[in-house]
T-cell receptor
Framework: AQSVSQHNHHVILSEAASLELGCNYS??????LFWYVQYPGQHLQLLLK??????LVKGIKGFEAEFIKSKFSFNLRKPSVQWSDTAEYFC?????????FGTGTRLQVFP | GAVVSQHPSWVICKSGTSVKIECRSL??????MFWYRQFPKQSLMLMAT?????????EQGVEKDKFLINHASLTLSTLTVTSAHPEDSSFYIC??????????FGAGTRLSVL
């Protein structure tokens, strides 16, 4: 079965710093990948997704992610974070219609 | 965008009682809904897949008699935690597959069993 690894458990940044959160899935073939965000006290929201095509995917709020098949990776990036990006970020992969989530990365951005 | 409503957002109950949590897709029909459990500072753990008009599919290790799931219509799935005990205290989240084959999530239900 698929598994998802997020190696950064807790990231602390100052505003305007660049962000990269790692995500690796366990095995290849055709994969559908997602990044979800959970702001404090709110529900999970989709940031971006990759199904096929251009491996560089752009999402909402200035986030992007790059699918690198050879590395089984789907890292999330943002060139300049804001205080409002403070949240929990989850990488996920679809396996037979089920979402398999990583353990999440808590991002704290300080002004 | 697609919205999933989950109710209640927080429930406190006595040990031994049952609690029902509702998950509704507000502006789309969902033949498939999912129920997750999230422990503090941990990821979402899929409990079961709820299929409209048929029995739910439970993940390994999830007691189907403990966590009863009913998906009676294309917009409503319910999770009933039967004879709840303190160890069942957790954050329960539902999702529904909506437009674009994306899963849309409810806001979650915090269950506290005394």
């Amino acid at each position: 079965a698929q598994s998802v690894s997020q190696h950064n458990h807790h990231v602390i940044l100052s505003e305007a710093a660049s962000l990269e959160l790692g995500c690796n899935y366990s095995y290849g073939g055709t994969v559908n990948l997602f990044w979800y965000v959970q702001y404090p006290g709110q529900h999970l929201q989709l940031l971006l997704k990759y199904f096929s095509g251009d491996p560089l995917v752009k999402g909402i709020k200035g986030f992007e992610a790059e699918f690198i098949k050879s590395k089984f990776s789907f890292n999330l990036r943002k060139p300049s974070v804001q205080w409002s990006d403070t949240a929990e970020y989850f990488c996920a992969v679809i396996e037979t219609d089920k979402l398999i989530f990583g353990t999440g990365t808590r991002l704290q951005v300080f002004p | 965008g697609a919205v999933v409503s989950q109710h209640p957002s927080w429930v406190i109950c006595k040990s031994g009682t049952s609690v029902k949590i509702e998950c509704r897709s507000l502006d789309f029909q969902a033949t498939t809904m999912f129920w997750y459990r999230q422990f503090p500072k941990q990821s979402l753990m899929l409990m079961a897949t709820s299929n409209e008009g048929s029995k739910a599919t439970y993940e390994q290790g999830v007691e189907k008699d403990k966590f009863l799931i009913n998906h009676a219509s294309l917009t409503l799935s319910t999770l009933t935690v039967t004879s709840a005990h303190p160890e069942d205290s957790s954050f329960y989240i539902c999702s529904a597959t909506g437009p674009g084959a994306i899963q849309y999530f409810g806001a979650g239900t915090r269950l506290s069993v005394l």
